[in-house]
Structures are given as structure tokens and as C-alpha cells.
């Protein structure tokens, strides 16, 4: 009887609100003990980085930490390195309280690191967008679910970093605006993940000449169309094969999730395509996209990271979180 009630008062909140939560969390390097000849150096298993069991023990209580006070339905990651990691990861958040029944992770590719996911909800598959064959540049993760009989489709994204030219995501946006080409502008789809891309690319990419090899085109404004729409979600008009970015509906003090040299950027992205918009199956609750900015997450004016020294020899101190901060967003299911 215990168990029975137990149930029908969690059915009674999961339904009775119909809110679904989602996030996305770069959690920074989740390596697992097990040597597979990819890992970067200072995550050797058991060498004199002292990349070990007790630190491998307090990056998982830690990253779960973040997870759980977050306590998502569906999150996305990013740096996970193997699906060994994710299970770990996901045994310790189950350790603290938070159960994620369903996972998946794109590991078809040899890449160092890989995005995956934790859900409270089944999906209906779980496969892979191929981006270019090479090691060079992660698959996407795309999972399908249906809720409350609607179709939502949720892709997992790490596209490569800024040490690199804008023409190195464009390849990442034109394999995933191809994918949902495939699928329809007008499904319910939401693209997240670790974009190395601010919501204002187009006009912050300009002040590094490195960057901007495309003649102004980037990625996530001009290929995913989040160019066109550029005000709060309330106020923004219906602009044929795009998606909204959320952060236009944050105020903008608040529209970060990494810091570099003192200045608060964004990296980390939710967006959302235009039936999320209309407010009638599955659509995105006005205001709700944040960063999760705990304050145990910051050290003095950077956010508080994974802490590995700088010497010779890099060396874990046992102290820390991620680089990132994670981001997360409410949907109303009617």
C-alpha cells in the first residue's frame, strides 16, 4: 500500500503540473579509470597526474552535486568520455537520490571525449548525425520521445572549440540542419549542447579576426536561423526554417555560462523550434531558460572549475566542479 501511494503522489506531481525540465551540462572532462589510449595526458588512470580512484570518486559526487539540485527530466552532456563514465555517473546520482532510468551516448566514434544523455522519460531511439567521418569532430546525439503522445525530438551537441576558425562549426550546424531537414522544421525539436557558440556569434566573432573566416556567416546564427529572431519569446514572429534561442528571453546580465579572462560568455545553448513556440502541444514556458548559478559554483570572480595544477607534470588537486555552468529550461506539455 506504501509503495502504491507512493506512486500515485508522484504520477499526481509529474502530471498534474505537466512541466517538463531540461538542461544541458559541458560537465569538463568525465573520465573513467579505464585505459583506452585516447585520453588526454593528465587523464591517464593511475599515473603521476594522479588521475585515481578517490579523484575519479570526487568528480562523480561533485558532478552529481550540480545534477541533482538541477534535478532536469532530460539533460544533456557534453565531455563524457565513455559510456562506462555515464553509468558511473549515473550509479552515483542514483547514490544521492536522483534516478535516471534511460541514458544514452554517442561513442560510434573513437572521439577523446562524447556527448550523452540522462532522462527520467523513455525515448523512443536513440541514434547518432554523423558529422564528418574524421576523429576530429564529435557525432551528435539524437533521441526521439514521445510525450503525452507528442512527437519532441532532442539533439546533443559539442561542436569544436574557439581554438579554431567559425568555417569548424559550420560543419557541425550544416550535418544537423540537414538532420532536421529530414525531420521537419515543424516537429517540436530542441537543439542544446556545448556550441562554443554565443547567441550572438555573428556580431562577437568579428572581434577575432581567427575566428571569422566565413565572411560574417557563423553556425548557430545563419545555418540554424536563430539570426531572425532576436527579441523575448513572447514578442518574436514566425520565421520559416529557424529556431529561437532562449537566451533572447533571459535578461541579459544573466545570459551566461563560462567565464574567460573575467568576461562572461556564452558557450552552452537551448534552442527551440517554432512549434515550441506556439503554446500548443509541448511549448516553452515564457522566462523559464537559466543558468544554474549556485554559489558554490564560483571561486572569487571565475567559476569554480576542476582543479588540475599547472606543472610540468599536471596534477589533480581533488577540488572543483566544471568550467561550465549548465542551463536549463521549462516546457508546458497541454
Not at 567559425?166 to 515543424?186: N, P, Q, T, Y
Not at 551566461?256 to 558557450?267: D, M, P, Q, S
Not at 548559478?293 to 569554480?304: A, H, Q
Amino acid at each position: 500500500m506504501r509503495h502504491l501511494l507512493l506512486a500515485l503522489l508522484f504520477c499526481a506531481t509529474l502530471f498534474g503540473e505537466k512541466i517538463l525540465k531540461i538542461a544541458t551540462y559541458n560537465v569538463e572532462n568525465l573520465f573513467d579509470l579505464q585505459k583506452s589510449g585516447h585520453e588526454y595526458s593528465e587523464y591517464i588512470p593511475n599515473g603521476p597526474s594522479l588521475w585515481n580512484q578517490k579523484n575519479y570518486k570526487i568528480k562523480l559526487h561533485n558532478i552529481s552535486q550540480v545534477i541533482k539540485e538541477i534535478d532536469a527530466d532530460i539533460i544533456a552532456l557534453q565531455e563524457v568520455e565513455s559510456l562506462q563514465a555515464l553509468l558511473d555517473l549515473r550509479f552515483t546520482l542514483k547514490q544521492h537520490g536522483l534516478y535516471y532510468q534511460y541514458y544514452s551516448i554517442a561513442d560510434k566514434k573513437d572521439t577523446t571525449i562524447k556527448v550523452a544523455l540522462l532522462s527520467k522519460i523513455p525515448f523512443v531511439y536513440s541514434k547518432e548525425v554523423s558529422v564528418t567521418q574524421t576523429l576530429e569532430y564529435r557525432n551528435i546525439l539524437e533521441n526521439k520521445f514521445i510525450v503525452n503522445g507528442k512527437e519532441l525530438y532532442i539533439f546533443v551537441n559539442h561542436w569544436k572549440s574557439k581554438s579554431g576558425a567559425e568555417s569548424r562549426r559550420i560543419i557541425s550546424a550544416k550535418a544537423l540542419k540537414k538532420r532536421v531537414s529530414e525531420i521537419g522544421f515543424d516537429k517540436n525539436i530542441i537543439l542544446l549542447g556545448d556550441f562554443n557558440s554565443d547567441y550572438e556569434e555573428y556580431i562577437k566573432f568579428k572581434r577575432k579576426r581567427k575566428h571569422n573566416d566565413t565572411d560574417g556567416i557563423t553556425g548557430i546564427n545563419h545555418i540554424l536561423g536563430t539570426i531572425n529572431q532576436r527579441d523575448r519569446a513572447s514578442k518574436v514572429k514566425y520565421a520559416q526554417d529557424s529556431f529561437y534561442n532562449l537566451w533572447y528571453d533571459a535578461d541579459r546580465e544573466d545570459r551566461y555560462t563560462y567565464i574567460y579572462r573575467g568576461k562572461k560568455e556564452v558557450l552552452d545553448n537551448i534552442l527551440i523550434s517554432q512549434p515550441l513556440l506556439d503554446e500548443k502541444d509541448i511549448s516553452y514556458i515564457h522566462g523559464s531558460i537559466s543558468n544554474f548559478d549556485k554559489e558554490y559554483l564560483f571561486k572569487k570572480k571565475s567559476i569554480n572549475r576542476w582543479e588540475v595544477s599547472r606543472a610540468k607534470v599536471r596534477k589533480h588537486k581533488g577540488k572543483g566542479y566544471s568550467d561550465h555552468l549548465s542551463a536549463t529550461a521549462k516546457f508546458r506539455i497541454n
